[in-house]
Nanobody, 124 residues
Framework: QVQLVESGGGLVQTGGSLRLSCVAS????????VGWFRQAPGKEREFVAG????????DYADSVKGRFVISRDNAKGAVYLQMNSLKPEDTALYYC?????????????????WGQGTQVTVSS
């Protein structure tokens, strides 16, 4: 079992930046692949970025490539999502998810553990 807590969301203007954090407690963190997902009102939850157990592999949704960077610090039990050049369409509730998988999954069903989410709002 692993518990996840997100933080770092907020209100930012178009073109601004935010850094989301996901801190895990419980099992050994480097046993888990971690992903960031987001869900806007009326839309399905979608994959944003994922990182492998030791951080050697990363994957991004096309919509955020070149703007978002995912990283992790296993010693701190944390995963980060640096979001730059934010757009109004990035507005959503952002979730951190983890799973004891071997590869980065891009679907919500690929992850067993979820945080409560942190709201990101980008004003135009």
């Amino acid at each position: 079992q692993v518990q996840l807590v997100e933080s770092g969301g907020g209100l930012v203007q178009t073109g601004g930046s935010l850094r989301l954090s996901c801190v895990a407690s419980g099992r050994i963190f480097n046993l888990y692949v971690v992903g960031w997902f987001r869900q806007a009102p009326g839309k399905e939850r979608e994959f944003v970025a994922g990182i492998s157990r030791l951080g050697g592999s990363k994957d991004y949704a096309d919509s955020v490539k070149g703007r978002f960077v995912i990283s992790r610090d296993n010693a701190k039990g944390a995963v980060y999502l640096q979001m730059n050049s934010l757009k109004p369409e990035d507005t959503a509730l952002y979730y951190c998810a983890a799973d004891a998988a071997l590869r980065i999954g891009v679907g919500p069903k690929d992850y067993n553990y979820w945080g409560q989410g942190t709201q990101v709002t980008v004003s135009s």
